[in-house]
């Protein structure tokens, strides 16, 4: 059989959780677990994040999932609803949006006491530079004043452009407006917090810090790595030996026969490619892990196969490989590759098997 796995680390990702409890102790945490909690399968990681306070996910599918794995923590849809419709399972299922336009607000309205019955709290989303989602500084007051009036708990919501670069202009613009609307709206829970931020700015936890990337102990930072975060990766991703070559000075190793030893070379292919979602686009020199030692991937990436120089190195057929992990981290992957780490844990395929450890 094909043995190209992904290992998830419970533990590694019950650590995690309680980095961001050790860092922002009075906050409550929204744990992100949209895209599948970042590729790794959200069934694999709800038991390890089951003293998380809520879950964040982009979707209503994603919300579902949830609920029916059986757990009943808050969930935060966090581009809110995409039509009017998906209201009837938003109470059906005890979901939290976030309202980020005015069609929103008034799908809401017409549910207004079904909402406010379950006790669901409405999470307002303010746009203070980064111009995704979110209300205007110029309108959201009178929305959320709005929203107060009729009754609805809010909580200002707001997801910083920058929070991975220090010294960034629009980082003070975004704090400033985020601050001078919760100064107008007091009393109002607030939530501004990603990961990055979190580990940045300690005074600005308040209410729900919303950590996603650290959680599967990757960095949100191009230059700092999780070891030096103290986080630990979840995710071994791995597979084998399942050839061995000996290439002669001049021989081209691939697809386009683009890569050309320069010396007698071992070569063993490994049974992982684009379509488990390994990254096929070269940066710079990409690396993988055997035993401990970083060995060069060398040609093209394929669908199925990747190449590697073995030269000097004790492997046979079956010899284990970590692409990325403990010893190998995804995010120097994705330096390899010009992308990031988020990037390619949430596109793996679900080709390789994935087992909990
Ligand atoms: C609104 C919101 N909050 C929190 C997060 C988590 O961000 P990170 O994975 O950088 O911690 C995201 C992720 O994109 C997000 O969109």
Known sequence: MRQATVYIDSEALQYNLNRVKQLAPKAKIVSMVKANAYGHGV???LAALKNTDAFGVACLEEAIEIRELGYQQPITLIEGIFSSDEMKTVLEQNIEIVVHHQQQLDWLYAHQVAYQNKNLKVWVKLNSGMNRLGFKLSEIINVIQTLKTKGFTCVLVMHFANADTDNHDLNEQQKLQFLQVKEACSPILASC?????IFQWPELHFDFVRPGIMLYGASPFAHKSAHELDLK??????????ALNH?????????????????????????????????????KQNYVVINHQKVAVIGRVSMDMIAIDITGLNVEI??????????????EVADANGTIGYELLCRLSNRPIRKVV
């Open 43 to 45: 069934k694999n990681c």
């Open 193 to 197: 917090c990603n990961s990055a931020a």
């Open 233 to 242: 990766p979840v995710m071994s991703f791995t597979a084998e030996i399942i």
């Open 247 to 283: 290439l002669q000075k001049g021989d081209a190793v691939g697809y386009g026969s683009s890569f050309v030893v320069e010396k007698d070379t071992h070569l063993a292919i490994v049974s992982i490619g684009y379509g488990d979602g390994y990254p096929r686009a070269y940066f």
């Open 318 to 331: 079956g010899t284990k490989v970590e692409l990325w992990g403990k010893h190998r981290l995804v995010d």
